[in-house]
């Protein structure tokens, strides 16, 4: 029997490191522009060595461009949520949680808001947090990784609305369910 699944992939904000990429390169090239043509050439010379870090910025930043994404599988299997955790093809972990030990979900942002921002801004740095019944402390229902992911509001709600579909004696801060119609 084929059970239901919610697929949700990290959101890739890559930007910062493609420009990063882009003034490392040039900055480089531009500091190397006829070094090795002229008579005066010096092996340790400082514009030599400064281009040299310049291309090991811009080498880092490649390696992390291309850093494979994670992709979050979620099932039920009878009573168990079953969070598959992939970076990229490569299964790096299987989380098992009881759903009837959930007794609440809630989003919460990385760093706490300041007065004046929006509660809910859409914003790629949130995590989602369950609390067990008997506890009064929250857990990252991802995991530790999840400090090193990337998803969005969207796919946070889409997740909480899969878990909460299964179990509905889940409690949602009001202004949460409200917000997303869960």
């Given at each position: 029997?084929?059970h239901?699944?919610?697929?949700v992939f990290?959101e890739?904000?890559?930007?910062?490191?493609g420009?990063?990429?882009?003034?490392?390169?040039?900055g480089?090239?531009?500091l190397?522009?006829?070094?090795?043509?002229?008579m005066?050439?010096?092996?340790?010379?400082?514009?030599?060595?400064l281009?040299?870090g310049?291309f090991?910025?811009?080498f880092?930043?490649?390696?992390?461009?291309?850093?494979?994404l994670?992709?979050?599988?979620?099932?039920?299997?009878?009573n168990?949520l079953?969070?598959?955790?992939?970076?990229?093809?490569?299964?790096t972990?299987t989380?098992e949680?009881p759903?009837?030990n959930?007794?609440?979900?809630?989003?919460?942002?990385?760093?706490?808001?300041d007065a004046?921002?929006?509660?809910?801004d859409?914003?790629?740095n949130?995590?989602?947090l369950?609390?067990k019944?008997?506890e009064?402390s929250?857990q990252k229902l991802?995991?530790?990784?999840?400090?090193?992911?990337?998803?969005?509001?969207?796919?946070?709600?889409k997740?909480?609305?899969?878990i909460?579909n299964?179990?509905?004696n889940?409690?949602?801060p009001?202004?949460?369910?409200?917000?997303f119609n869960l």
């Open positions: 029997m084929r239901k699944e919610l697929h990290e890739s904000n890559h930007l910062f490191w420009l990063i990429i882009l003034v490392a390169t040039a480089g090239t531009y190397l522009a006829g070094s090795f043509v002229t005066n050439w010096y092996p340790f010379n400082i514009r030599q060595l281009a040299l310049l090991g910025i811009s880092s930043g490649i390696i992390k461009l291309s850093e494979p994670y992709h979050f599988i979620l099932y039920f299997d009878d168990l079953l969070i598959n955790i992939k970076k990229g093809d490569l299964k972990d989380l949680i759903v009837d959930i007794q609440q979900l809630q989003f919460a942002p990385h760093d706490p808001r004046d921002e929006a509660l809910f859409f914003s790629t949130y995590h989602l369950y609390q019944k008997n009064t929250f991802l995991g530790d990784q999840s400090a090193a992911i990337t998803l969005k509001v969207d796919d946070i709600a997740i909480m609305r899969f909460t299964r179990n509905p889940i409690k949602i009001s202004e949460q369910a409200t917000y």
